[in-house]
């Protein structure tokens, strides 16, 4: 009998220890701004196929999702295993070396056979070339813009778009014949253009030589350009983001002809600018003025060093890039993937309904293949955040251009003694 207890308590033990080891599992979190119900997919789809691993999704806003970051690293604690960050913000996280290098084993993102657009694959590098961060969807520039504004004056936007010069002359029929602004804010040219023109092919856009490049000629004809828009009241504003009310009201009443950004915007139309507009047909894409093909950002995977699961963080990654899931996010979200080798799916060749029958992501494909690539650099948001403030002296208070913009040098060159 005190064998046969023992046994069965032995027995008892071991199936109460191996039910424990069956149902142990490794939490990972995963902090991002993407939508939710794609992450909601993504990780019902990944804990299915990896019984071991729960993915504890943290949906913030994109600021909050970056802010919460580099609180984190600069604490030494906080971090989540897995993070969406914009290549706009990871110069700047790479630098504060908060973030793990996948370039090395075991991670060696080069043998994974993924095929970047190289725009993306540059701002996701330090200068040694080694990666930090996982090119998920790339975001070529382009110009949405409402089809019966141009038809409106006789025009088309082949000659609409010619240079900025044609673009101005536009507007100022637009505005003198439907009363309708251009764009939505001057400053609203700032970001996406500066990339365009004030690079060269993989160096950074706010440096030359290492040192600041914030006064230079391409700027300066960008100021230029800014605030005789502003001036002459062809924008709807000085400053502001394109989903603001304010501008949102203005082009659901036909009074905004276009917004420049991504290939997000895309959905944006239909979700926020203007949905009755997007069910009709009225809205179409383009190149902006110049034929400037640069990206406007994207976002990276990048897992944060302060991650005790790298591992598993690393399994999640590879997860969401597979090929069915980097085309989910595009079908969902319109964004476009950062993996060139998927630009073949036949969901390519589809026409849009928001975009009147335009065949708009086999568009954004093509611009890919020509987009000049620049390197993310530590200085990128300090110097953005300058030259935004310089611009807004320049254009709402009729602040000298060139005198503004050596101030503006001179205090990036200074900031960037403190890093």
Known sequence: MKIKNITGSVTLFATLLASQFTYAKT???FSHYLP??????????FEKQNPDIDINAMSCGFRDCHDKLTTALAVGEGAPDVVSISTIKLGSFVNAGGLTDLSVAPYN???????????MLTLSENKQGDIFGVPFDTGPVVMVYR????DSVGANIEDVTKNWDSFIAFAE?????????????????????????????GQPVYLKDGEPNLASDEIKGLV???????????????DGSSNDQKFIKLFREGKLFADIDGPWIEGRILQEYDPEGAKSGLWRVSGIPNNTNVNAGGTVFAIPKQSQHKSEAWKFIQFLMQKDNVL???????TLPARMEVYSDKFFDQPSDILGGQHSMKYYTEIVK???PYSASPVDNIANSILNDAIKKIVAQNADVDRTLEAANKLLKRRMRTL
Do not use: H, R
């Open 27 to 29: 939490e990972i979190v």
């Open 36 to 45: 939710k119900d794609y992450v909601a997919k993504m990780v019902t789809k």
């Open 109 to 119: 993102i080069s043998d994974t056979g993924w095929v970047f657009d190289q725009s």
């Open 147 to 150: 089809k019966d504004l141009v």
């Open 173 to 201: 029929q637009i505005k003198k014949k439907k009363g309708a602004y251009i764009l939505p804010a001057a400053t609203s040219l700032i970001n996406p253009l500066v990339m365009g023109t004030n690079s060269q092919p």
């Open 224 to 238: 230029k350009l800014v605030k005789e828009l502003y001036d002459k009241g062809l924008v709807a504003a000085l």
């Open 328 to 334: 989910d996010i595009a079908k969902i979200a319109g």
């Open 370 to 372: 020509n987009i000049k």
